[in-house]
Protein backbone atom coordinates (compact mmCIF):
# COMPACT_ATOMS: atom_id res chain seq x y z
CA UNK A 1 0.00 0.00 0.00
CA UNK A 2 1.12 3.39 -0.73
CA UNK A 3 0.99 5.99 1.90
CA UNK A 4 1.10 7.66 4.19
CA UNK A 5 -1.59 10.08 3.44
CA UNK A 6 -2.30 12.81 4.83
CA UNK A 7 -6.46 13.22 4.64
CA UNK A 8 -7.29 16.32 2.58
CA UNK A 9 -11.12 16.63 2.80
CA UNK A 10 -13.79 19.13 3.64
CA UNK A 11 -15.63 16.61 5.42
CA UNK A 12 -17.99 16.58 8.61
CA UNK A 13 -16.36 14.14 11.17
CA UNK A 14 -17.65 13.53 14.35
CA UNK A 15 -16.61 11.28 18.07
CA UNK A 16 -18.92 10.96 20.79
CA UNK A 17 -17.69 9.94 24.40
CA UNK A 18 -18.92 9.19 27.34
CA UNK A 19 -21.01 6.57 30.13
CA UNK A 20 -24.36 6.76 30.61
CA UNK A 21 -24.60 7.31 33.90
CA UNK A 22 -20.82 8.79 33.85
CA UNK A 23 -20.22 12.81 34.36
CA UNK A 24 -21.21 13.68 31.16
CA UNK A 25 -21.80 12.73 26.94
CA UNK A 26 -19.75 15.04 25.07
CA UNK A 27 -18.87 15.56 21.25
CA UNK A 28 -15.91 16.95 18.83
CA UNK A 29 -17.60 17.64 15.36
CA UNK A 30 -15.10 18.39 13.05
CA UNK A 31 -15.55 19.91 9.18
CA UNK A 32 -18.32 22.43 9.91
CA UNK A 33 -18.29 24.99 7.15
CA UNK A 34 -17.40 28.32 8.59
CA UNK A 35 -20.35 31.01 8.81
CA UNK A 36 -23.22 29.40 9.59
CA UNK A 37 -25.89 30.84 12.85
CA UNK A 38 -26.11 28.20 15.29
CA UNK A 39 -28.26 29.41 18.64
CA UNK A 40 -28.38 27.41 21.93
CA UNK A 41 -32.31 26.88 21.27
CA UNK A 42 -31.58 25.12 17.99
CA UNK A 43 -29.21 22.49 19.60
CA UNK A 44 -31.67 21.99 22.70
CA UNK A 45 -34.63 21.89 20.98
CA UNK A 46 -33.52 18.66 19.30
CA UNK A 47 -32.04 17.40 22.39
CA UNK A 48 -35.58 17.82 23.95
CA UNK A 49 -37.78 16.70 20.82
CA UNK A 50 -34.90 13.01 21.68
CA UNK A 51 -36.21 13.61 25.22
CA UNK A 52 -39.92 12.91 24.46
CA UNK A 53 -41.96 10.47 23.29
CA UNK A 54 -44.59 8.06 25.01
CA UNK A 55 -42.52 4.71 26.66
CA UNK A 56 -39.53 6.84 27.76
CA UNK A 57 -38.75 5.63 31.68
CA UNK A 58 -37.78 7.03 34.93
CA UNK A 59 -34.26 8.12 33.66
CA UNK A 60 -35.81 10.44 31.76
CA UNK A 61 -37.69 12.77 34.27
CA UNK A 62 -33.96 13.00 35.82
CA UNK A 63 -32.33 14.67 32.61
CA UNK A 64 -32.90 17.82 30.98
CA UNK A 65 -30.10 17.36 28.42
CA UNK A 66 -28.76 20.81 27.20
CA UNK A 67 -25.37 20.76 25.03
CA UNK A 68 -22.60 23.13 26.72
CA UNK A 69 -20.45 24.72 23.32
CA UNK A 70 -16.81 24.88 24.59
CA UNK A 71 -15.27 25.57 20.87
CA UNK A 72 -15.91 26.28 17.40
CA UNK A 73 -18.80 28.70 17.95
CA UNK A 74 -17.94 32.74 18.04
CA UNK A 75 -20.82 35.62 18.32
CA UNK A 76 -23.68 32.29 17.47
CA UNK A 77 -21.29 31.73 13.98
CA UNK A 78 -18.96 28.63 12.99
CA UNK A 79 -15.55 29.71 12.58
CA UNK A 80 -14.46 26.05 10.76
CA UNK A 81 -12.89 24.94 13.72
CA UNK A 82 -13.49 21.79 15.53
CA UNK A 83 -17.00 22.05 17.42
CA UNK A 84 -16.81 20.47 21.12
CA UNK A 85 -20.10 20.11 23.37
CA UNK A 86 -20.80 18.67 26.51
CA UNK A 87 -24.20 17.35 28.02
CA UNK A 88 -23.47 16.41 31.49
CA UNK A 89 -25.84 13.92 32.81
CA UNK A 90 -27.62 14.64 35.78
CA UNK A 91 -28.12 11.08 37.06
CA UNK A 92 -24.43 11.57 37.63
CA UNK A 93 -25.06 12.73 40.79
CA UNK A 94 -26.61 8.81 42.06
CA UNK A 95 -23.70 7.20 40.79
CA UNK A 96 -20.53 8.89 41.89
CA UNK A 97 -19.43 5.48 43.40
CA UNK A 98 -20.79 2.92 40.99
CA UNK A 99 -19.14 5.05 37.77
CA UNK A 100 -15.94 6.57 39.60
CA UNK A 101 -13.31 7.70 37.37
CA UNK A 102 -10.72 7.40 39.51
CA UNK A 103 -10.40 6.43 42.76
CA UNK A 104 -11.56 2.91 43.87
CA UNK A 105 -14.54 2.67 45.78
CA UNK A 106 -14.16 1.99 49.51
CA UNK A 107 -17.25 0.18 49.43
CA UNK A 108 -17.83 -3.26 47.23
CA UNK A 109 -20.03 -2.55 43.87
CA UNK A 110 -22.21 -5.64 42.43
CA UNK A 111 -21.08 -7.04 39.39
CA UNK A 112 -23.25 -7.48 36.76
CA UNK A 113 -22.57 -11.10 35.74
CA UNK A 114 -26.33 -12.26 33.92
CA UNK A 115 -26.30 -11.13 30.65
CA UNK A 116 -29.77 -9.83 29.03
CA UNK A 117 -30.58 -11.38 25.87
CA UNK A 118 -30.74 -9.36 22.77
CA UNK A 119 -28.49 -6.55 24.48
CA UNK A 120 -24.47 -6.04 23.86
CA UNK A 121 -24.27 -7.57 27.76
CA UNK A 122 -23.04 -10.96 26.78
CA UNK A 123 -20.60 -10.22 23.27
CA UNK A 124 -19.70 -7.29 25.08
CA UNK A 125 -19.04 -8.55 28.33
CA UNK A 126 -16.33 -11.32 26.63
CA UNK A 127 -14.92 -9.01 23.79
CA UNK A 128 -13.35 -6.48 26.38
CA UNK A 129 -12.74 -9.11 29.34
CA UNK A 130 -14.82 -7.50 31.99
CA UNK A 131 -15.90 -9.69 34.85
CA UNK A 132 -18.76 -6.56 35.15
CA UNK A 133 -21.05 -6.22 32.62
CA UNK A 134 -21.63 -2.67 33.94
CA UNK A 135 -19.04 -1.30 31.45
CA UNK A 136 -20.72 -2.36 28.59
CA UNK A 137 -24.06 -1.51 29.62
CA UNK A 138 -22.24 2.25 30.23
CA UNK A 139 -21.27 3.18 26.96
CA UNK A 140 -23.59 0.71 24.73
CA UNK A 141 -26.89 2.36 25.75
CA UNK A 142 -28.40 4.76 23.79
CA UNK A 143 -28.08 7.84 26.11
CA UNK A 144 -25.33 8.32 23.62
CA UNK A 145 -27.75 8.99 20.88
CA UNK A 146 -28.10 12.73 22.74
CA UNK A 147 -24.72 13.36 22.16
CA UNK A 148 -25.11 12.26 18.51
CA UNK A 149 -28.11 14.41 18.25
CA UNK A 150 -26.09 17.33 19.39
CA UNK A 151 -23.63 17.06 16.86
CA UNK A 152 -26.18 16.25 14.00
CA UNK A 153 -27.96 19.17 14.74
CA UNK A 154 -25.51 21.29 13.89
CA UNK A 155 -24.81 19.85 10.34
CA UNK A 156 -28.57 19.83 9.80
CA UNK A 157 -28.93 24.01 11.07
CA UNK A 158 -25.78 24.37 7.86
CA UNK A 159 -28.52 21.87 5.69
CA UNK A 160 -31.19 23.78 6.38
CA UNK A 161 -29.42 27.37 5.79
CA UNK A 162 -29.19 25.84 2.05
CA UNK A 163 -32.65 24.97 1.86
CA UNK A 164 -32.61 20.78 3.04
CA UNK A 165 -34.88 19.83 5.15
CA UNK A 166 -35.10 16.49 7.23
CA UNK A 167 -38.02 14.99 9.19
CA UNK A 168 -39.89 12.08 10.35
CA UNK A 169 -42.72 10.47 11.91
CA UNK A 170 -43.36 6.82 13.58
CA UNK A 171 -45.79 4.63 10.88
CA UNK A 172 -45.79 1.60 13.32
CA UNK A 173 -45.63 0.85 16.91
CA UNK A 174 -45.68 -2.97 17.96
CA UNK A 175 -48.86 -4.02 16.38
CA UNK A 176 -49.88 -0.59 15.87
CA UNK A 177 -49.45 0.80 12.10
CA UNK A 178 -50.56 3.71 9.98
CA UNK A 179 -52.19 3.20 6.72
CA UNK A 180 -49.59 2.62 4.00
CA UNK A 181 -48.40 5.34 2.44
CA UNK A 182 -50.24 7.98 4.10
CA UNK A 183 -51.24 10.20 1.27
CA UNK A 184 -50.65 13.32 3.78
CA UNK A 185 -47.39 12.83 3.71
CA UNK A 186 -46.75 13.96 0.21
CA UNK A 187 -48.34 17.23 1.11
CA UNK A 188 -46.70 18.34 3.94
CA UNK A 189 -43.23 17.49 2.02
CA UNK A 190 -44.30 20.12 -0.02
CA UNK A 191 -43.66 23.01 2.72
CA UNK A 192 -40.26 21.21 3.86
CA UNK A 193 -39.59 17.58 5.61
CA UNK A 194 -39.28 19.61 8.95
CA UNK A 195 -42.93 20.47 8.23
CA UNK A 196 -43.35 16.65 8.96
CA UNK A 197 -41.04 16.72 11.91
CA UNK A 198 -43.07 19.84 13.85
CA UNK A 199 -46.09 18.04 12.84
CA UNK A 200 -45.02 14.12 14.23
CA UNK A 201 -43.69 16.09 17.50
CA UNK A 202 -47.19 16.86 18.63
CA UNK A 203 -48.76 13.14 19.05
CA UNK A 204 -47.09 11.65 21.97
CA UNK A 205 -45.77 8.84 19.92
CA UNK A 206 -45.22 10.67 16.86
CA UNK A 207 -47.50 9.19 14.24
CA UNK A 208 -49.85 11.35 11.86
CA UNK A 209 -52.96 9.17 12.13
CA UNK A 210 -54.93 9.13 14.63
CA UNK A 211 -56.25 6.22 14.91
CA UNK A 212 -52.87 4.15 15.08
CA UNK A 213 -51.65 6.70 18.10
CA UNK A 214 -54.33 5.77 20.03
CA UNK A 215 -53.65 1.55 19.20
CA UNK A 216 -50.20 2.55 19.45
CA UNK A 217 -50.31 4.36 22.85
CA UNK A 218 -52.83 1.36 24.34
CA UNK A 219 -50.65 -0.94 23.09
CA UNK A 220 -47.54 0.24 24.83
CA UNK A 221 -49.85 0.37 27.94
CA UNK A 222 -50.34 -2.89 28.03
CA UNK A 223 -47.04 -4.35 27.32
CA UNK A 224 -45.33 -2.46 30.09
CA UNK A 225 -48.38 -4.09 32.63
CA UNK A 226 -46.95 -7.56 31.08
CA UNK A 227 -43.33 -6.14 31.83
CA UNK A 228 -42.62 -6.62 28.15
CA UNK A 229 -40.98 -3.83 25.45
CA UNK A 230 -42.44 -2.78 21.85
CA UNK A 231 -40.54 -2.05 18.81
CA UNK A 232 -41.87 0.07 15.91
CA UNK A 233 -40.87 1.72 12.45
CA UNK A 234 -39.52 4.92 11.57
CA UNK A 235 -39.96 6.82 8.26
CA UNK A 236 -37.31 9.33 7.77
CA UNK A 237 -37.50 12.10 4.90
CA UNK A 238 -34.95 14.54 3.37
CA UNK A 239 -36.07 17.15 1.08
CA UNK A 240 -34.72 19.98 -1.32
CA UNK A 241 -31.13 17.91 -1.92
CA UNK A 242 -30.38 18.78 -5.49
CA UNK A 243 -29.94 15.77 -7.93
CA UNK A 244 -26.69 14.17 -8.24
CA UNK A 245 -24.75 13.74 -4.93
CA UNK A 246 -23.31 10.67 -3.97
CA UNK A 247 -21.91 8.55 -6.66
CA UNK A 248 -22.32 4.53 -8.14
CA UNK A 249 -18.36 4.80 -9.47
CA UNK A 250 -17.20 3.54 -6.09
CA UNK A 251 -18.74 1.58 -3.29
CA UNK A 252 -17.43 3.76 -0.60
CA UNK A 253 -19.61 6.72 -2.47
CA UNK A 254 -22.83 5.26 -2.79
CA UNK A 255 -25.22 7.59 -0.99
CA UNK A 256 -27.90 5.04 -0.41
CA UNK A 257 -25.44 2.82 1.37
CA UNK A 258 -23.74 5.51 3.91
CA UNK A 259 -27.58 7.00 5.06
CA UNK A 260 -28.71 2.71 5.78
CA UNK A 261 -25.34 2.76 7.30
CA UNK A 262 -25.78 6.06 9.66
CA UNK A 263 -29.53 4.68 10.60
CA UNK A 264 -27.86 0.93 11.38
CA UNK A 265 -25.52 2.63 13.77
CA UNK A 266 -28.29 3.61 16.07
CA UNK A 267 -28.95 1.21 18.91
CA UNK A 268 -31.81 -1.14 18.27
CA UNK A 269 -32.41 -0.18 14.48
CA UNK A 270 -32.02 -3.97 13.03
CA UNK A 271 -33.18 -2.88 9.59
CA UNK A 272 -33.45 -0.14 7.06
CA UNK A 273 -34.56 0.71 3.45
CA UNK A 274 -34.57 3.08 0.78
CA UNK A 275 -38.14 4.04 0.06
CA UNK A 276 -40.56 0.67 0.39
CA UNK A 277 -37.75 -1.76 -0.95
CA UNK A 278 -38.93 -4.84 0.44
CA UNK A 279 -42.20 -3.90 -1.00
CA UNK A 280 -41.14 -3.48 -4.57
CA UNK A 281 -38.58 -6.85 -4.66
CA UNK A 282 -42.43 -8.38 -5.08
CA UNK A 283 -43.34 -6.18 -7.54
CA UNK A 284 -42.81 -6.24 -11.51
CA UNK A 285 -40.14 -3.38 -12.76
CA UNK A 286 -43.20 -1.24 -14.46
CA UNK A 287 -44.79 -0.78 -10.35
CA UNK A 288 -41.36 -0.16 -9.27
CA UNK A 289 -39.63 2.70 -11.10
CA UNK A 290 -40.93 6.18 -11.68
CA UNK A 291 -41.15 7.36 -15.03
CA UNK A 292 -39.95 10.84 -16.52
CA UNK A 293 -42.14 13.26 -17.74
CA UNK A 294 -41.24 16.42 -19.44
CA UNK A 295 -43.66 19.25 -19.32
CA UNK A 296 -42.68 23.55 -20.65
CA UNK A 297 -43.78 24.87 -17.42
CA UNK A 298 -41.97 22.09 -14.67
CA UNK A 299 -39.34 20.96 -16.90
CA UNK A 300 -38.40 17.18 -15.92
CA UNK A 301 -41.73 15.60 -14.03
CA UNK A 302 -42.17 12.66 -11.65
CA UNK A 303 -45.62 11.26 -10.88
CA UNK A 304 -43.70 9.07 -8.61
CA UNK A 305 -41.47 8.50 -5.92
CA UNK A 306 -41.10 4.76 -5.52
CA UNK A 307 -37.40 5.08 -5.59
CA UNK A 308 -37.42 6.87 -2.25
CA UNK A 309 -35.35 9.77 -3.70
CA UNK A 310 -32.43 8.01 -4.68
CA UNK A 311 -31.09 6.36 -8.53
CA UNK A 312 -27.96 5.04 -8.83
CA UNK A 313 -26.80 5.67 -5.24
CA UNK A 314 -27.35 9.43 -5.88
CA UNK A 315 -30.08 11.37 -5.14
CA UNK A 316 -32.87 11.46 -7.70
CA UNK A 317 -33.58 15.23 -6.96
CA UNK A 318 -37.11 14.10 -5.07
CA UNK A 319 -37.76 13.70 -1.22
CA UNK A 320 -35.51 11.05 0.07
CA UNK A 321 -37.03 8.65 1.95
CA UNK A 322 -35.64 5.89 4.68
CA UNK A 323 -37.38 3.62 6.53
CA UNK A 324 -35.86 1.72 9.51
CA UNK A 325 -37.31 -0.87 12.29
CA UNK A 326 -36.11 -1.12 15.83
CA UNK A 327 -36.50 -3.96 17.52
CA UNK A 328 -37.87 -3.75 20.94
CA UNK A 329 -35.69 -2.96 23.45
CA UNK A 330 -34.10 -6.13 25.26
CA UNK A 331 -34.49 -4.95 28.88
CA UNK A 332 -37.34 -6.10 30.39
CA UNK A 333 -39.05 -6.06 33.61
CA UNK A 334 -40.06 -9.87 32.56
CA UNK A 335 -36.90 -11.87 32.93
CA UNK A 336 -36.02 -14.11 29.79
CA UNK A 337 -34.27 -17.36 30.26
CA UNK A 338 -30.40 -16.43 31.01
CA UNK A 339 -27.49 -17.54 33.15
CA UNK A 340 -24.90 -16.38 35.99
CA UNK A 341 -21.19 -16.02 34.00
CA UNK A 342 -19.59 -16.43 37.02
CA UNK A 343 -21.55 -20.02 38.53
CA UNK A 344 -22.89 -20.74 34.81
CA UNK A 345 -26.38 -21.55 36.41
CA UNK A 346 -29.25 -20.66 34.41
CA UNK A 347 -30.89 -17.57 35.84
CA UNK A 348 -33.67 -15.56 34.70
CA UNK A 349 -32.57 -11.87 33.40
CA UNK A 350 -31.91 -9.26 35.71
CA UNK A 351 -34.32 -5.86 35.14
CA UNK A 352 -32.37 -2.94 34.51
CA UNK A 353 -34.07 0.75 34.45
CA UNK A 354 -34.81 1.23 30.75
CA UNK A 355 -37.88 2.26 28.64
CA UNK A 356 -41.10 0.25 27.42
CA UNK A 357 -40.37 1.93 23.78
CA UNK A 358 -38.19 4.19 22.50
CA UNK A 359 -39.42 4.75 18.37
CA UNK A 360 -40.64 8.09 18.71
CA UNK A 361 -37.03 9.03 20.26
CA UNK A 362 -35.48 7.02 17.21
CA UNK A 363 -37.07 9.13 14.58
CA UNK A 364 -35.35 11.90 16.00
CA UNK A 365 -32.17 10.57 16.32
CA UNK A 366 -32.07 9.21 12.94
CA UNK A 367 -33.39 12.77 11.61
CA UNK A 368 -29.94 13.73 13.29
CA UNK A 369 -27.78 10.63 11.84
CA UNK A 370 -28.17 11.25 8.59
CA UNK A 371 -27.59 14.89 8.39
CA UNK A 372 -24.20 14.85 8.16
CA UNK A 373 -24.14 12.39 5.63
CA UNK A 374 -26.00 14.46 3.46
CA UNK A 375 -23.82 17.54 4.21
CA UNK A 376 -20.91 15.58 3.55
CA UNK A 377 -22.39 14.61 0.18
CA UNK A 378 -22.95 18.56 -0.91
CA UNK A 379 -19.61 19.44 0.41
CA UNK A 380 -18.11 16.62 -1.88
CA UNK A 381 -20.18 17.95 -5.26
CA UNK A 382 -19.89 21.63 -4.16
CA UNK A 383 -16.53 22.09 -1.99
CA UNK A 384 -16.44 25.28 0.19
CA UNK A 385 -15.42 26.13 3.72
CA UNK A 386 -17.56 28.66 4.48
CA UNK A 387 -21.75 29.01 4.45
CA UNK A 388 -21.75 31.97 1.61
CA UNK A 389 -19.27 30.20 -0.52
CA UNK A 390 -21.10 26.63 -0.49
CA UNK A 391 -24.82 28.87 -0.91
CA UNK A 392 -23.48 30.21 -4.33
CA UNK A 393 -22.04 27.31 -5.78
CA UNK A 394 -25.13 25.33 -4.92
CA UNK A 395 -27.38 28.06 -6.16
CA UNK A 396 -26.05 28.14 -9.34
CA UNK A 397 -25.79 23.93 -9.69
CA UNK A 398 -29.72 24.48 -9.01
CA UNK A 399 -30.18 27.14 -11.75
CA UNK A 400 -28.42 25.31 -14.00
CA UNK A 401 -30.21 22.04 -13.57
CA UNK A 402 -33.90 23.89 -13.71
CA UNK A 403 -32.47 25.17 -17.47
CA UNK A 404 -31.20 21.68 -18.38
CA UNK A 405 -35.06 20.40 -18.39
CA UNK A 406 -36.59 23.38 -19.89
CA UNK A 407 -37.54 22.57 -23.48
C1 LIG B 1 -31.02 2.78 28.30
C2 LIG B 1 -31.57 2.64 29.57
C3 LIG B 1 -32.27 3.74 30.22
C4 LIG B 1 -32.79 4.70 29.17
C5 LIG B 1 -31.58 5.11 28.35
C6 LIG B 1 -31.17 3.98 27.50
O1 LIG B 1 -31.40 4.50 31.03
P1 LIG B 1 -31.31 4.23 32.59
O2 LIG B 1 -30.65 2.88 32.70
O3 LIG B 1 -30.45 5.32 33.15
O4 LIG B 1 -32.70 4.26 33.10
O5 LIG B 1 -33.47 5.78 29.71
O6 LIG B 1 -31.85 6.21 27.60
C7 LIG B 1 -31.36 7.40 28.00
C8 LIG B 1 -30.80 7.60 29.20
C9 LIG B 1 -31.48 8.45 27.02
O7 LIG B 1 -31.05 9.57 27.29
O8 LIG B 1 -32.03 8.14 25.94
C10 LIG B 1 -30.24 1.69 27.71
O9 LIG B 1 -29.92 0.72 28.42
O10 LIG B 1 -29.94 1.73 26.51
Redesign the pocket.
Known sequence: MAGPFFLLTAMIRYFTAGE??GPALTTIVEGMPAGVTVTQHDIDAQLAR??QGYG?????K??T?RAEVLSGIRFGKTIGSPVSLIIRNR?WKNWTTAMAVMEMPSEEIQKISIPRPG?ADLAGRIKYGFDDIRPV?ER????E??ARVAAGTLARIFLKSLGIEIGSYVSAIGPAAEPPLNPVVEEILADGAESLALLADRSPVRMLDRKAETSAIAAIDEIKKQGDTLGGIIEVFITGVPMGLGSYVQHDRRLDAALVSALMSI?AIKGAEIGHAFDNAGKPGSLVHDEFYLSSTAGLERKTNRAGGLEGSMSSGQAIHLRAAMKP?S?LVSPLHSFDMHTLQPMLSRF????TC?VP?AGVVAEAVIAPVIANALLEKLGGDHLEEIASRLERYRRDLRGMFQA
Do not use: F
Open positions: SHRQRGGRMIEDDHISSARTAQISERSDAA
